[in-house]
C-alpha cells in the first residue's frame, strides 16, 4: 500500500464550488505540507503543519484553507474555487529534524483539479 | 528576491552518455540541497540530498555536486538509460525551518 495516498484523483469541478482534497499517511511523519505545481512554475507551497495542533501558511494560502485532523490526515479546502487553482495537487510529508530521513519528503501520487 | 534557476529546455541524450543538470540559485545560503525525480503525472520522489560542506556525492549511477562560492549544484547520471526519461527537481534547505524550495525541473529524455 503506498505511504502517502490523497484522494481524489481526478476532479472537475465548477466556479465557485467549495472542493475538499484529503491526504492519508501512514509513515507516521509529524510534518505534512500541501503543494500545487502547474506548467512552468514548478512546486509552490500552499500550506504546512509540523503537528496536530501547528497549522502555518506557505507562499501562496490565499484562497485555500488546511485542516489537520490527525498526526496522519491533512485536508485542503478550496471555500469558493476560481478557474486559476487548476492545477495538480501534491501533499507530502516528512520527519522532523534530528530523524535520520528528515530532510526527505515522500509525495503523494497527486490530485489533478480542475476549476471550469 | 531569492531564485533557483533550472534549465527549462529539455535535454536530450543518448543512451550510454552522462547526463548533466544543473541547478542555480541567488539570494540564497542553502544548508543542504536535494534531487527529486518526477515521472508525468506522479509525485516526486526522492534521490540524493548534499549539505553544504560536502563538495560531492554518490549514489549508485548519479553523482551530486555543490558549490557554494558559484552557487551551483550539478547532477550527473552516468551511462545513462531510457529509463532515466523524467524531470529532476532541485530543491534548497535552509536551517531552521527545513521546508524545501524547489526549483522548477529540468525535463531529460534519454534516446535509445
Known amino acids: 500500500d503506498a505511504d502517502v495516498t490523497q484522494t481524489p484523483r481526478n476532479r472537475i469541478t465548477k466556479t465557485g464550488k467549495r472542493i475538499m482534497l484529503e491526504c492519508s499517511q501512514t509513515?507516521?511523519?509529524?510534518?505534512m505540507y500541501w503543494y500545487r505545481q502547474d506548467p512552468g512554475l514548478g512546486l509552490r507551497l500552499i500550506y504546512y503543519s509540523f503537528d496536530v495542533k501547528d497549522i502555518n501558511k506557505g507562499e501562496i494560502s490565499d484562497g485555500y484553507s488546511v485542516s489537520r485532523q490527525a498526526q496522519a490526515k491533512f485536508s485542503l479546502s478550496l471555500e469558493s474555487a476560481i478557474p486559476n487553482q487548476t492545477a495538480l495537487y501534491f501533499c507530502?510529508?516528512?520527519?522532523?529534524?534530528?530523524?535520520?530521513?528528515?530532510?526527505?519528503?515522500?509525495f503523494g501520487p497527486g490530485t489533478r483539479l480542475t476549476v471550469l | 528576491s531569492q531564485k533557483i534557476e533550472q534549465n527549462s529546455e529539455a535535454l536530450n541524450i543518448q543512451e550510454g552518455k552522462t547526463a548533466t543538470l544543473t541547478c542555480n540559485y541567488t539570494n540564497y545560503s542553502p544548508a543542504y540541497l536535494q534531487w527529486y525525480r518526477q515521472d508525468p503525472g506522479r509525485g516526486p520522489v526522492f534521490l540524493l540530498l548534499?549539505?553544504?560542506?560536502?563538495k560531492e556525492k554518490r549514489k549508485e549511477r548519479l553523482k551530486v555536486t555543490f558549490d557554494t562560492t558559484l552557487k551551483q549544484s550539478l547532477f550527473h547520471i552516468t551511462a545513462s538509460q531510457p529509463a532515466d526519461s523524467a524531470t529532476y527537481l532541485c530543491a534548497l534547505i535552509s536551517g531552521g525551518s527545513y521546508i524545501p524550495t524547489f526549483g522548477r525541473g529540468t525535463s531529460l529524455i534519454v534516446h535509445p
Open positions: 548534499i549539505r553544504e560542506n560536502e
Open positions: 507530502a510529508t516528512s520527519d522532523p529534524p534530528g530523524t535520520s530521513s528528515y530532510n526527505e519528503q515522500f
Open positions: 509513515k507516521g511523519h509529524d510534518r
